[in-house]
Structure formats: C-alpha cells, structure tokens
C-alpha cells in the first residue's frame, strides 16, 4: 500500500462549481499534513497546512479525520485559476522527518 | 530573494556519464530535500537531510548519493546515469524538522535526460 494516496482524477468542473479531494495515509503517527498546489511545469508551492480541528482560506476548506486517515480538500466556487494538480503532503515519523507527497489529483475549470 | 537555486535547469546524459545536481538555499534552512517527479507518480523522496552532516534515505535513493557539508548546499550525485533517471528533480528546504514540518520551499526543478 502506498503511503499517500490520492484519487488521480482529472476532475473536471464547470466554473462556479464545488470540489472535493480526498487523500489518505497509512502512517497512523503521522503529525504533519499540507495541500500543495502545482501548475503545469512549475514547482508546487503550499496551498494550506492542514489542523485537526479543521481550517479555512478562503474559498479553500482542509479537513483532517485521524480515525480514518484521511484529509480533504473542498474548493468552493472554483475559478479557472484553480486549475492545477493538488498534491496531498504528509510526514513520516521516525528519527527524523520524511516528507512524502501523493501522487496529486488534477483539478481543470471549464468556463 | 534567491530561496532554493537548483542548476542545471536542463541536462542531456548518456548512459553511464556521472554528474552532480546542485542545490543552495539561502534562508539558513536546516532540512533539505531532493526529489524526482515522473508522470502519473507524484513526487518521490529520494534522499534528505536535517542538518549539515547528516543525511538519510528517502523512497527511492538508489542510483543517487547526497551529502550536506554545510547548511546552505545538498547536492544531488548521478554516479552512473540510466534512462530510468530521466526525470524531473526538485530540491526543497524548510525551516522546521521533526516532529514538526514546515512549509517546503522548491526550487525551479532540473529536468534530466539519461538518453
């Protein structure tokens, strides 16, 4: 089983519309999660840190569900900027941090 | 605001040929990272480091060594290249190491043909 997995889509909605992503991690001890967004031949950059109680940006809502091992990600009210690939970030405990992605889910808005 | 320099942006290898991916940051940033991203694969840690002489394994580490003799540098060492190195490899930093992570600050990213 892979350690982060993500739904690899492409999700592809007409503007105005809402989206969700869902990933999920096989770490239980995992203490670190992020939503990092990554345009076309760029590199990602962080989109949003993730908080057990939930947190909001915006048009941008992260969730984290530490029984089942899953983080969120809801776009409302998508706009044809948020086209991209949404890379899920979870870490790794152990004697030292590793920092391991999801295979990332491509979002693209249609007029 | 240099951030994470990562050069060459481009290189042609031949099967065989050696050679050194460089990375810097400049925001005194104690973890380095280096990864490769392949279609459809994400990205995937391949070596990482939480402080100038220490380094450790990441997901995918064979065929590649690093080493991190000061802060600011961790380079990425292709001994011997194959075509299953042709990639895109991105370094990253962040301030904070565990059991906290911090934002990961990429370079621009080294797009490798092992030909």
């Known amino acids: 089983r892979k350690e982060v997995e993500q739904d690899p889509g492409p999700f592809n909605v007409p503007e105005g519309a809402t989206v969700a992503f869902n990933c999920t991690y096989s770490?239980?001890?995992?203490?670190?999660f992020f939503w990092y967004r990554q345009d076309c031949r760029k590199e990602p950059k962080l989109l949003m840190s993730?908080?057990?109680s939930g947190n909001e940006d915006g048009r941008f809502t992260a969730q984290l569900n530490r029984a089942s091992q899953y983080i969120s990600l809801l776009i409302r009210d998508s706009k044809l900027s948020d086209s991209a690939t949404y890379l899920c970030v979870v870490n790794m405990p152990s004697s030292a941090s590793k920092i391991i992605f999801g295979s990332g889910t491509r979002l693209s808005i249609r007029p | 605001n240099a951030g994470v320099t990562q050069t060459p942006k481009f290189q042609v290898l031949k099967t065989g040929q050696s050679m050194t991916l460089q990375c810097a940051q400049d925001?005194?940033?104690?973890?380095m990272s280096w990864y490769r991203q392949d279609p459809g694969m994400g990205l995937r840690l391949i070596h990482y480091?939480?402080?100038?002489?220490?380094?450790d394994q990441g997901e995918v580490p064979n065929g590649y060594n690093v080493s991190r003799s000061t802060t600011e540098d961790f380079p990425l060492r292709l001994l011997s290249a194959a075509p299953s190195q042709t990639s895109v490899y991105f370094c990253a930093s962040s301030y904070a190491i565990y059991p906290n992570t911090g934002e990961l600050f990429f370079g621009e990213g080294s797009r490798l043909t092992v030909l």
């Open positions: 480091s939480v402080g100038a002489g220490i380094t």
């Open positions: 770490n239980s001890a995992s203490q670190s």
């Open positions: 993730v908080y057990s």
């Open positions: 925001m005194n940033h104690e973890y």
